[in-house]
């Protein structure tokens, strides 16, 4: 099984530059979560996607940020413009079924994109 | 809201073993969840805890005590590649939508 997907590796850009990262997840999973990690802290829930739907972006700087999922499959997330304390890991996870569900509902984490905002 | 706080380092011998504790202060709780985290990969799945007690896997293992509010992760036999972040992550409530909320993590060295 073909794990979650993410593009580009890694990114360098001049604040106030703007950038996109691309997800595809795990093919079948309905749930989709955009995390941003800062180096020496765990990942922070930027915005959780319920196929196309938004299901919490409470922590999304929506004056910078955004993120779509249209056609509920692959993800964007988009900076614009960059600031200095942008720079982190984004990573992108999927989950076959959204937190409703008590139980397991493992989250599978792709190899993340490491913004470098100079 | 959740606050998680583990330890920042810790470092073992090759075959010993080591206990990352985490504790929490959450509003809701649904579940404990650890990751292993190696430098510049993605964070994968090692154990879920929803009840108290041990949940033995191999050479690993994590128990959880929802009344005190502490969990820890035992790592038997060490290997030199268990070194690694180690992420304590609590599930919120149903009224935050079951949210991940994650803690700094503990970087594990091994050493030989």
């Known amino acids: 099984e073909a794990g979650v997907a993410q593009s580009p590796r890694y990114k360098i850009i001049e604040k106030r530059q703007s950038v996109a990262f691309w997800c595809n997840p795990i093919?079948?999973?309905?749930?989709l979560y955009w995390y941003q990690q800062i180096l020496g802290q765990g990942p922070k829930l930027l915005i959780q996607?319920?196929?196309?739907?938004?299901?919490?972006d409470s922590q999304l700087p929506k004056d910078r940020f955004s993120a779509e999922r249209l056609k509920g499959v692959d993800s964007t997330l988009k900076i614009q413009p960059a600031k200095l304390e942008d720079s982190a890991v984004y990573l992108c996870a999927s989950s076959f079924t959204g937190g409703r569900k008590l139980g397991y509902n493992e989250q599978f984490f792709g190899p993340g994109t490491r913004l470098t905002v100079l | 809201g959740q606050n998680i706080d583990q330890p920042t380092e810790m470092t073992a011998t090759e075959g010993a073993i080591v206990q990352i504790n985490c504790t929490y202060q959450t509003s809701g709780f649904n579940g404990l969840f650890w990751y292993q985290q190696h430098a510049g990969e993605a964070p994968t799945f090692l154990s879920y805890n929803v009840l108290d007690g041990l949940e033995e896997k191999g050479r690993f293992s994590s128990f959880l005590s929802r009344s005190k509010g502490y969990s820890y992760l035992l790592l038997k036999e060490l290997q030199m590649k268990d070194s690694a972040s180690y992420l304590c992550?609590?599930?919120?409530?149903?009224?935050?939508?079951?949210?991940?909320?994650f803690g700094a993590g503990t970087t594990v060295t091994v050493r030989a």
């Open positions: 093919s079948g999973h309905a749930t």
């Open positions: 996607f319920q196929n196309n739907g938004v299901v919490d």
């Open positions: 992550a609590v599930r919120g409530s149903p009224s935050n939508d079951y949210k991940l909320s």
